[in-house]
């Protein structure tokens, strides 16, 4: 059995910043790529990072370079994503993704597994 849970999120001012969490267990394939991904209201699901968790190696979407950070903790099977400079652009529900099936990192088709989402909201 699969299970992806996410944590953090919230609302914060222009400037501000938040942190992210999840957790994904399961068969090691599972949880060796993470990506988090973003849906604002009336927009397609997005990139934002990935990481792969053997190495560390992360991928990130141009609108957040500089400004967020993916990170992991291997011994609590935890990856983090740190929003900082958040502005109102940011604002979206956010989704944890594992399973990772190959081709594009910041494909959100590409995932097989998903967390419920949590929502960020940035004002402006």
């Known amino acids: 059995q699969v299970d992806v849970v996410q944590s953090g999120g919230g609302s914060v001012q222009a400037g501000g910043s938040l942190r992210l969490s999840c957790t994904a267990s399961g068969p090691g394939y599972v949880h060796s790529f993470i990506g988090w991904f973003r849906q604002a209201p009336g927009k397609e699901r997005e990139g934002v990072a990935r990481?792969?968790?053997?190495?560390?190696?992360?991928v990130y979407a141009d609108s957040v370079k500089g400004r967020f950070t993916i990170s992991l903790d291997n011994a609590k099977n935890t990856v983090y994503l740190q929003l900082d400079n958040l502005d109102a652009d940011d604002t979206a529900m956010y989704y944890c993704?594992?399973?990772?099936?190959?081709?594009?990192?910041?494909?959100?088709?590409?995932?097989?597994?998903w967390g419920q989402g949590t929502q960020v909201t940035v004002s402006s």
């Open positions: 993704a594992a399973g990772w099936r190959g081709g594009g990192p910041l494909d959100p088709q590409r995932y097989n597994y």
């Open positions: 990481v792969y968790a053997p190495t560390g190696n992360t």
